[in-house]
């Protein structure tokens, strides 16, 4: 029989310990997003709390008798309870959190200490709470949810806790609910991304917007995205940098969540913040949505093709002043990224109404992006040949060069003997011969058969030069090797020592052989292939290659590519360049959007 005396005793030795697990256990070291850094793709599974199995103690004895079980809803006891439920899970759940016993665990006491948490936010210590919002995300229990809205809402109101609201939004990147939204909303429009503690929310926050997106927002997001983004003139002038870097923040966002949502609506505001020059750093975002919006962004491009749309045009001639006729530029450079078969004949009318060299380069280019046709290759030859070497592309590309370096992407090996012709007849002297020589030999080497093969090999001994020739020469020993057969081709396709360095010719004059003599069962093992490769010259080949064997409407192989996509994405290094879509990314928002 316990005596009044012992069982004070033994509360207060509890309280002692639970306030030892606050200051010392798993909550303060393991649990805390200051110091462990969490990715915003990662799950919340990285982080859980250790446990050994329901209702034991680390000696296999009962630790859950009802005399025992805590009161949660008394705010006098509230705290110690919360900490003591927190060490039973530590302790159940030591073998993983979704054994019998952790998930028997989480059924029983998942209302509970939701409840506590939102109900009782305002007794609890900070450390407990982060300590609670911790374990509730351990949980993994849709369940959850109203506290992490809770914890998300309170930090955006107050700026209190913000490493709780980090958990939240981590749980948020797992849990899509309507009931996040309302909070997501909330604190995108309050936070601050010049305070510190705002810095490190925001990535998290972008990451649970994605996964919670909803059209609802559309008019906020399109709203954010057309204002005005003015950079600060010093960095001591603290007002403007917030707003600068809020209205960053706000923008990259909002074009990125645009893209996602597809919202055709959106097509003209993320072009013209593509075409604001004060904007630049919205506008690798701007144009990724753009593209994922697919034939929405296709129409508004149209427009200013056609110098239909004035506030374009005018927009277009401030972002590229030095540019003749910049609204061609612009539209002809989106048009061939969308890769749209319905854009053909906007481009090839706009063709025909410029005499401007560099435009008619631009419009050309755009038209060896989409699916090729006969009309379209014709009208690239005509480009070609009225096409001067000193014709500069707005990027500083010598014009000649860019329109060779795409006739692989007409799959059509009978332009050889046509590319063996401009090699051997390059206009003007000098090195920019010799480049626009080396590119159309590399180009005919794409392209060569066996059966072409001697009379193509002459040209490019001739004119070749050091890369040029070697490249032909890797080439056409392929040709005659593999002849017509896919399977040669495919072999080589998929051996990494031919995709990098000077061996890379082989695999992508494979690529380009299974997209004119393969199926579109072929095009399904080429993106196996594709989806491992690191090059992204040869992975713009194979992608190429890929679209070129689709046939429309072929919805297994662009969940296939989404697959793809998706995995790429998720085992791509946080230092990786993510200034646009992968080409094997690419390929699967130009077919989806067909």
């Known amino acids: 029989m316990v005596t009044l005396g012992g069982r004070c005793t033994a509360w207060a030795l509890l309280g002692l310990l639970c306030s030892l697990w606050i200051s010392c256990g798993p909550g303060a070291e393991v649990r805390s997003p200051d110091t462990h850094a969490v990715d915003e ?3 919340p599974a990285a982080s859980e709390p250790t446990v050994v199995s329901p209702g034991t103690n680390a000696t296999g004895t009962n630790d859950a008798s009802p005399e025992r079980v805590p009161d949660l809803e008394q705010a006098a006891t509230r705290e110690r309870a919360v900490g003591e439920l927190i060490s039973q899970f530590d302790r159940i759940a030591a073998n993983g959190t979704r054994t019998v016993p952790a998930r028997a665990f989480v059924s029983k006491y998942v209302s509970a200490l939701t409840s506590a948490y939102t109900a009782g936010h305002a007794e609890l210590s900070p450390k407990t709470r ?10 993994d229990d849709p369940q959850t949810v ?21 958990w939240a939004c981590r749980a948020a990147q797992t849990h899509k609910d309507d009931r ?8 995108f429009e309050h936070v601050d991304m010049s305070e510190k503690h705002g810095l490190r929310f925001g990535t998290h926050l972008r990451g649970a917007m994605l996964n919670n997106s909803t059209s609802s927002w559309s008019t906020l997001l399109i709203q954010k995205l057309r204002a005005p983004i003015a950079r600060p003139e010093s960095f ?5 940098v917030r707003s600068f870097q809020n209205q960053l923040f706000w923008q990259t966002t909002a074009a990125e969540l645009l893209g996602d949502l597809r919202d055709d609506s959106a097509a003209r505001p993320l072009f013209l913040a593509r075409l604001d ?6 506008h690798a975002q701007a144009e990724v949505s753009l593209i994922k919006l697919g034939r929405a962004s296709a129409l508004v491009a149209e427009t200013l093709l056609t110098a239909a749309d004035r506030e374009l045009v005018d927009m277009s001639k401030l972002a590229e002043p030095e540019v003749k006729e910049p609204h061609i530029f612009f539209a002809a450079d989106l048009l061939g990224k969308l890769g749209t078969p319905r854009s053909r004949d906007a481009l090839i009318q706009a063709w025909d109404q410029t005499s401007d060299r560099v435009s008619r380069a631009l419009l050309a280019q755009a038209l060896n992006q989409l699916p090729p046709d006969a009309a379209s290759l014709e009208l690239w030859k005509k480009t070609y040949l009225t096409t001067t070497l000193d014709t500069t592309l707005p990027g500083g590309e010598s014009a000649l060069e860019v329109l060779a370096e795409g006739a692989p992407f007409w799959f059509n090996s009978e332009l050889v003997p046509w590319l063996g012709q401009r090699a051997e007849a390059a206009p003007g002297k000098g090195s920019r011969k010799g480049d626009l020589q080396r590119s159309l030999v590399v180009a005919m080497g794409h392209l060569v058969t066996a059966e072409d093969a001697k009379e193509a090999y002459g040209v490019a001994q001739l004119v070749g030069g050091r890369t040029g020739t070697p490249a032909f020469e890797h080439a056409r020993a392929l040709a005659t090797s593999c002849g017509n057969e896919v399977s040669c081709y495919m072999k080589h396709v998929a051996t ?6 000077e061996r890379s010719i082989i695999a992508t004059k494979s690529a380009v052989m299974i997209g004119i003599l393969g199926s579109n069962a072929s095009g399904a093992l080429l993106l196996k292939v594709a989806a491992s490769v ?13 679209e070129q064997l689709a046939k429309p409407g072929d919805t297994a192989l662009v969940l296939e590519l989404e697959r793809a996509v998706q995995s790429a994405k998720k085992n791509k290094s946080p230092r990786a360049d993510d200034s646009g879509p992968s080409p094997l990314e690419l390929t699967y928002y130009r077919l989806r959007a067909r």
């Open 130 to 139: 982060l300590a609670l919002i911790n374990l509730l995300v351990s949980f």
């Open 41 to 43: 793709d990662s799950s």
């Open 496 to 501: 990494p020592e031919d995709q990098t360095g």
């Open 146 to 166: 109203p506290a992490h809205a809770k914890a998300i809402l309170h930090y955006a109101m107050t700026g209190d806790g913000v490493d709780e609201a980090i």
């Open 534 to 546: 690191e090059d992204p010259a040869v992975q713009a080949t194979l992608a190429r290659a890929i």
């Open 180 to 187: 996040l939204r309302a909070a997501l909303l909330s604190a």
């Open 236 to 240: 001591n002038d603290k007002p403007a």
């Open 277 to 282: 020059k004060t904007k630049r750093d919205v």
